[in-house]
C-alpha cells in the first residue's frame, strides 16, 4: 500500500452566505449530492442541529492494494459554510475533495439548491425546441476547434493527392472565400435571427427543488412539450408581451406540479444590449444571431469591422444578467475590433503553407510532429487573442468583477473540477484556462487599471503571467 503521512486541511469559503432559513434546504442538497454517492464508504455519519449552525461529521474509509484512505470530515453549517478535512490519504485525493467541495458549493451558490428547466420564445417566432447541439454545429460552440482544424487538414491532403503542389493555392483559395464569408455563414446558422423588428428574447424559467426534478421531469414530460406552443398561441401573439402571471396561470390549468419550485420569465433586449456595447467599444454594430442551445457559449467573426457577426447562445442568455451579458458581448466585439479572425486565418495559413514544404522535403515522421507543433502554436497565439479581448472588456466596461462572475457560472455549467496544469496552455482549445481569466479578472478589480495602455503587450505578459504560475504552483 502506498501509506501517505496524516494530513489536513481547514477552510472557510468567506464569499458563500446563507439566510438562516436556507440550512435545512442546503442541508438536505450537500447530503443528496456529496454524501450519499459517498455512503458505501462512510461510517459514523453524524448530524447535529442548534439554533445557530448544523453540524456534519463523518469518516470516511476506503483501502485497497493501492492507496489507503481514511480521514474524518467535519462541515459547519451557519450563515457560511466551514470544513475541516483529517487523516491519512495520498494528497492527490486532498485536492481533489477540496476541488468537489467548491464545485459543489459554488454550484449552490448559483441554483440555490434548484435545477432548472428553460424555454426560449423569440420576438415574430414560432416555437423552436430547445437541442443539446447547435444546428450546423461544426464545433464552433464547443469547447475546442479540433474538428474543423482535422477537417481542414484531411481537405489539404486530398488536394494535395489531386493537384500536388498546386494544392497550396487551392486551400487558400478556399480558407479566404470561407473567412470572407464566414460572418454570413455564422449568421445563417443561427436559430434566429435579430433585427430592428424582432429583438426580444423571453426565457422562462421552472426551478424545481434539485433531488424532485427527476420526478417533476418524468412526471410532467408531455405537458412540457406543448407548454411553449401555448404560451405563444394565448400569451404572446395576443398581448405581445410574456408575462410570470401569464405562465404561471398556464402551467396551474395544465397541472405541472413544481414541488415547490418557482415560474421566472426573464425578458431580454439582444439588440439593445449589442447596440450599446458597440458604442463603447466603438466598433459599428454587427449583426446578431441566436442559438437555441443550452450550451453557454458566444461566438463573433467577421472579415472586418463591417462585415462582421456575432452569436449567442440561449444557454448563456438563461443564466446572466445585463451586466454579465454585457462584458460577455465586450469580449467576442473585441476580437472583431482587433481583427483577431484575421490575425488567427493568416497565422493558420502561414503554418500550413510551411507544412506543406515540409511534406515536399520530409515525408517521414518530422512532417507529422511539424503538424501538431504547428496546430499547438495556432492554439496558442489564439489564446492571447482571448486575453486581449478579455482586456478590451475590462478597458472599456470597467467590470472586472462582474465578468469574473459570469465565467464562474460558464464554469460551473461545462464542467467541473478544473485542475490547474501548465500543460492546459498547450492544448488543442483557443481559450486559456478558464481559473486563470477568474483570477486575471480578480487581480484588475483589486488594481482598479490596466498597466499597458497596449492590449497585446499586456495580453502577452498575462499569459506567461499565468504559464508560470502553473509550471510552479501545484496547489489547487
Do not use: C
Request: hydrophobic letters at 45%; charged letters at 25%; proline letters at 4%.
Amino acid at each position: 500500500m502506498l501509506l501517505e503521512k496524516r494530513k489536513m486541511i481547514e477552510e472557510e469559503l468567506k464569499d458563500f452566505f446563507l439566510a438562516s432559513e436556507e440550512r435545512e434546504t442546503f442541508l438536505n442538497y450537500f447530503l443528496h449530492f456529496f454524501v450519499k454517492p459517498r455512503m458505501r464508504n462512510i461510517k459514523d455519519l453524524k448530524i447535529e442541529r442548534n439554533n445557530e449552525e448544523v453540524l456534519v461529521g463523518l469518516k470516511y474509509l476506503l483501502i485497497n492494494v493501492a492507496t489507503e484512505i481514511e480521514i474524518n470530515m467535519q462541515f459547519s453549517i451557519t450563515n457560511k459554510f466551514r470544513y475541516r478535512v483529517s487523516g491519512i490519504a495520498p494528497s492527490r485525493y486532498f485536492e481533489k475533495l477540496k476541488r468537489e467541495l467548491y464545485a459543489l458549493i459554488y454550484n449552490y451558490r448559483f441554483t440555490r439548491g434548484k435545477r432548472s428547466l428553460y424555454l426560449s420564445l423569440f420576438e415574430g417566432s414560432k416555437s423552436s425546441p430547445e437541442t443539446s447541439k447547435p444546428p450546423g454545429s461544426y464545433g464552433m460552440y464547443s469547447k475546442n476547434l479540433v474538428g474543423i482544424y482535422m477537417t481542414i487538414f484531411g481537405l489539404f491532403f486530398f488536394l494535395f493527392y489531386l493537384l500536388g503542389f498546386y494544392a497550396l493555392v487551392a486551400l487558400l483559395l478556399i480558407q479566404f472565400f470561407l473567412f470572407y464569408s464566414s460572418d454570413k455563414s455564422l449568421f445563417n446558422l443561427s436559430t434566429w435571427k435579430v433585427t430592428q423588428e424582432n429583438k426580444r428574447l423571453w426565457i422562462l424559467k421552472i426551478a424545481v427543488p434539485m433531488e424532485k426534478f427527476r420526478d417533476f421531469y418524468q412526471q410532467n414530460f408531455p405537458k412540457l412539450k406543448t407548454l411553449k406552443e401555448e404560451i405563444i398561441n394565448r400569451v404572446y401573439t395576443p398581448k405581445g408581451e410574456i408575462s410570470k402571471e401569464d405562465v404561471s396561470e398556464i402551467i396551474k390549468e395544465k397541472e405541472i406540479n413544481l414541488y415547490g419550485g418557482e415560474v421566472e420569465v426573464k425578458p431580454i433586449n439582444i439588440l439593445d444590449v449589442v447596440k450599446g456595447v458597440s458604442s463603447k467599444l466603438k466598433v459599428k454594430t454587427p449583426k446578431i444571431g441566436l442559438i437555441n442551445t443550452p450550451l453557454p457559449n458566444a461566438a463573433a467573426t467577421g472579415p472586418s469591422q463591417h462585415k462582421s457577426t456575432i452569436v449567442i447562445t440561449t444557454g448563456l442568455l438563461s443564466f446572466s444578467d445585463e451586466e454579465e451579458l454585457e462584458n460577455i458581448v465586450a469580449h467576442e466585439l473585441g476580437h472583431i475590433k482587433n481583427k483577431d479572425p484575421l490575425s488567427l486565418l493568416l497565422l493558420s495559413l502561414f503554418v500550413e503553407s510551411l507544412r506543406l514544404i515540409v511534406f515536399f522535403t520530409y515525408f517521414s515522421i518530422i512532417a507529422f510532429m511539424y503538424f501538431f507543433l504547428g496546430v499547438t502554436l495556432v492554439y496558442f497565439f489564439a489564446k492571447i487573442f482571448e486575453i486581449r479581448a478579455d482586456l478590451e472588456a475590462i478597458k472599456h466596461l470597467k467590470q472586472p468583477k462582474t465578468f469574473a462572475n459570469i465565467l464562474r457560472k460558464i464554469m460551473f455549467r461545462t464542467g467541473f473540477p478544473y485542475r490547474k496544469s501548465f500543460l492546459a496552455w498547450f492544448n488543442w482549445d483557443p481559450h486559456p484556462p478558464i481559473y486563470f481569466r477568474i483570477k486575471m479578472m480578480e487581480e484588475f478589480a483589486r488594481k482598479k487599471e490596466i498597466e499597458e495602455k497596449n492590449s497585446t503587450i499586456q495580453a502577452f505578459k498575462e499569459l506567461f503571467k499565468g504559464f508560470f504560475a502553473d509550471l510552479f504552483d501545484k496547489t489547487f
